[in-house]
């Protein structure tokens, strides 16, 4: 694992679209990026085999559009951008 440091004002967009398992999440700055994803299930027949992704990982998004002062600016299907 690498370690990113972003300050709020330095968030300047954040992009959000399915993964396989959960909501993948991208948070971009100006020099740097990181990328999670909130909680996905793994299911097989119907039945939950595992958890992948962060347990709380809407909560880190909302914090992030909220801190960072962001707003939705687009949609296009299942993708969603969010900026200043």
């Not at 990113?4 to 300047?12: F, G």
């Not at 962060?54 to 909560?59: C, K, L, S, T, V």
Request: aromatic content about 10%; hydrophobic content about 35%.
């Amino acid at each position: 694992p690498r370690k990113v440091r972003l300050a709020w004002d330095e968030v300047q967009k954040v992009r959000t679209f399915p993964a396989r398992w959960g909501t993948a999440v991208q948070v971009m700055g100006e020099k740097t990026h990181f990328e999670f994803n909130t909680l996905g299930e793994v299911q097989y027949r119907g039945e939950v085999r595992g958890r992948i992704g962060f347990a709380r990982g809407q909560e880190m998004l909302d914090t992030i559009l909220r801190s960072a002062g962001l707003t939705v600016v687009a949609r296009d299907g299942q993708l969603t951008n969010y900026s200043r």
